[in-house]
């Protein structure tokens, strides 16, 4: 079976440190893209940030509101992804998702998807 | 950064009914969008990609449609396990954003 655990998450005050995982089972971790994805109580999704794969030299990408301040590794050998948030602010309280990403090539670009997700884990930044 | 607008925010829908969601960016996105149902309490479940191209196991009443800024997500007849919210994202230039959702709600 296909699944993706995250784990890590609790409360956390303004400015400090948390890492979370996110474990793969059931696939070819190494060959897949992956991505972070957090939702603010009664709000919407927000893409947080991507690892690519092996095949694309690990390269990372973020968004604007976490550039700088979060950071993606992974380590294939343990069928895992991470997500080391630095100086967290109140608003970066959320569940955070992780999912795996298929991409490929179009006759015009490429398609891209977050087509498993894990069950998310719970970020709280207050004091 | 491209915005993501859907509209309406709350569509309600009779069960077997049709249903029609809109999703506009404010720029150009191609056809580098997906779309994704999300149900309370649960992870989003990956519904569409490349504008209208279904995800392994989504049913048919599923289909999307649109380029360049206009989409659209439609449910032929909606079922009893349709109602949630639906997401639109954008991945053009591999920097993505979500719609702020369409909640289908029973009429």
Redesign the interface.
């Known amino acids: 079976e296909v699944q993706l655990v995250e784990s890590g998450g609790g409360l956390v005050q303004p400015g400090r440190s948390l890492r979370l995982s996110c474990a793969a089972s059931g696939f070819s971790f190494s060959d897949y893209y992956m ?1 972070w ?1 957090r939702q603010a109580p009664g709000k ?4 947080v940030g ?1 690892s690519r794969n092996k095949a694309n030299t690990y390269t990372t ?1 973020y ?2 509101s976490v550039k700088g301040r979060f950071s993606i590794s992974r380590d294939d050998s343990k069928n895992s992804m991470y997500l080391q948030m630095k100086s967290l602010k109140i608003e970066d309280t959320a569940v955070y ?1 992780c999912a795996r990403v ?1 991409v490929g090539a ?1 006759r ?13 884990t719970t970020v709280i930044v207050s004091s | 950064e491209i915005v993501m607008t859907q509209s309406p925010a709350t569509l309600s829908v009779s069960p077997g009914e049709r249903a029609t969601l809109s999703c506009r960016a404010s720029q150009s996105v191609s056809s580098n969008l997906a779309w994704y149902q999300q149900k309370p309490g649960q992870a989003p479940r990956f519904l569409i990609y490349d504008a209208s191209t279904r995800a392994t196991g989504i049913p048919a009443r599923f289909s999307g449609s649109g380029s360049g800024t206009e989409f659209t997500l439609t449910i032929s007849s909606l079922q009893s396990e349709d109602f949630a919210v639906y997401y639109c994202q954008q991945y053009n230039k591999w920097l993505a954003t979500f719609g702020p959702g369409t909640k289908v709600v029973i009429k």
């Open positions: 991505d994805v919407g999704l927000e893409w991507r990408e968004a604007a998702y298929i179009t015009d670009g490429y398609y891209y998807g977050m087509d498993v997700w894990g069950q998310g």
